[in-house]
């Protein structure tokens, strides 16, 4: 039978059920570094844009900082990843840091739903 939605056509692509999930571990970027997104391996994409005035610094496995990280600039930019591009690197922790204060965050993540198997073919 063909998929009759777009959430049917994810789960027969990736192969299993994911959810979104909106601002789980945080809202903004802080003057100073810290976790924007928990470790989760079951996270397989995830969209940050940067909605503050501030640019923005991500970093994976550890602290993010002007001169480590990817920047996001303020006012609506942003950056997202996904496992079949990216790696594991998703799933990793990542942390954040505003160049000047603090800056609010949009954070658009997707993870397999607990508890589901392969989606059949």
């Not at 998929?3 to 571990?25: F, H, K, M, S």
């Not at 160049?99 to 397999?112: H, K, P, T």
Request: proline share 7%.
């Amino acid at each position: 039978m063909p998929a009759q939605t777009v959430r049917e056509v994810i789960e027969r692509l990736r192969g299993v059920a994911t959810t979104p999930r909106i601002n789980r571990d945080a809202t903004q970027a802080a003057a100073t570094s810290g976790v924007v997104l928990k470790q989760d391996p079951s996270r397989v994409s995830f969209l940050i844009v940067n909605l503050g005035s501030f640019d923005v610094f991500l970093a994976p496995l550890g602290a993010a900082s002007l001169t480590r990280g990817m920047r996001i600039p303020a006012s609506g930019g942003s950056v997202s990843a996904q496992f079949d591009e990216d790696g594991e690197v998703v799933g990793n922790e990542w942390q954040a840091i505003g160049n000047g204060g603090v800056s609010a965050l949009f954070i658009l993540e997707n993870v397999i739903e607990p508890g589901t198997g392969p989606v059949a073919p």
